[in-house]
Nanobody
Framework: QELLVQSGGGLARSGGSLRISCDAS????????IGWFRQVPGKEREGISY????????HYADSVRGRFTMSRDVANKTVSLRMSDLKSEDTAVYYC????????????????????????WGQGTRVTVSS
């Protein structure tokens, strides 16, 4: 089973903060990394942060580094993304994702980020930043 359940998000003013979370307790397949992506209409889904299970450290895209903080609660199998100093360009649908082990044939979307192939996705959470 590969279930990722997201919560949080919503509306914030420019310069404000929001938090989104992902419950991976229903993800029983082994995975190599878990991360966050975002997508705006007409653009490709963009990887913004991930934590791999081997080093446990968060990695960030340049667009969010210094403003977003990803954390992982291993015991409770949850990950969160704290978004600060929000900008209008952060408006997007945010997705929790995992890079599962095993065959990835036929998976869509399948996006490589930080050398990991992310192929399992949460339901998406809308974040809107008003100026």
């Amino acid at each position: 089973q590969e279930l990722l359940v997201q919560s949080g998000g919503g509306l914030a003013r420019s310069g404000g903060s929001l938090r989104i979370s992902c419950d991976a307790s229903g993800f029983t397949t082994r995975y190599y990394a878990i991360g966050w992506f975002r997508q705006v209409p007409g653009k490709e889904r963009e990887g913004i942060s991930y934590i791999s299970t081997d080093d446990g450290s968060p990695h960030y895209a340049d667009s969010v580094r210094g403003r977003f903080t990803m954390s992982r609660d291993v015991a409770n199998k949850t990950v969160s993304l704290r978004m600060s100093d929000l900008k209008s360009e952060d408006t997007a649908v945010y997705y929790c994702a995992a890079a599962p082990s095993g065959s990835l044939g036929g998976r869509s979307p399948l996006i490589t980020f930080g050398n990991w192939a992310f192929a399992a996705w949460g339901q998406g959470t809308r974040v809107t930043v008003s100026s």
